[in-house]
């Protein structure tokens, strides 16, 4: 860690700019779609990534033990739900380290990039498992024309959300700056 790491600590906090992207993301997993838990599906879904399922999993990165599972395509575009979900074939089991670093980039350059000399095999493997476990992405204006109402309220209430948070940004900085009279 280098000494000017110090620096994103050294600054008033803003709940809108740190938590604008977490509640962007928790609208879209709530109308994202998601398949059930079933033993059987997961472990051919495993087998086929050339995998052990009663084993613990590891990174299809990196190879390192897997510790999370990665969302290979976000859940969130440009502020909007992406058409991706919680589903087997969206979700490849990772470790920590490759997932952060990987975050909503292409799976495939991400791959290609870590292990140049032998992502070709890896890349084969994970297009197979797409092609039998990720459904065609939703398409957001087919939802928002099918459910115009709903989505229209969800809207709403994610932009009254955003609305409070900024308001509380206002009266944080109102109470720093009180604080710093005072003291």
Request: charged share 30%.
């Amino acid at each position: 860690m280098k000494i000017c790491s110090i620096k994103a600590h050294l600054q008033p906090y803003s709940i809108m700019k740190k938590r604008q992207t977490t509640i962007n993301h928790a609208f879209a997993s709530a109308i994202a779609p998601s398949d059930s838990y079933d033993v059987k599906t997961i472990k051919e879904a495993v087998v086929l990534l050339g995998q052990d399922p009663e084993k613990d999993l590891l990174c299809v990165y990196c190879g390192a033990e897997a510790e999370t599972w990665d969302h290979v395509f976000g859940l969130v575009r440009d502020l909007q739900f992406s058409g991706y979900g919680h589903v087997i074939g969206n979700l490849l089991p990772s470790c920590k380290k490759c997932n952060s670093e990987k975050g909503n980039r292409d799976w495939e350059c991400f791959l290609r990039k870590k292990n140049s000399n032998d992502s070709g095999s890896k890349i084969d493997i994970i297009k197979r498992y797409f092609s039998k476990y990720l459904p065609a992405q939703v398409d957001y204006e087919q939802i928002k024309n099918a459910c115009p109402e709903e989505m229209g309220r969800l809207e709403s209430i994610k932009n009254n959300v955003m609305d409070l948070f900024k308001e509380a940004d206002a009266i944080a900085e109102q109470v720093r700056e009180r604080i710093r009279s005072v003291l």
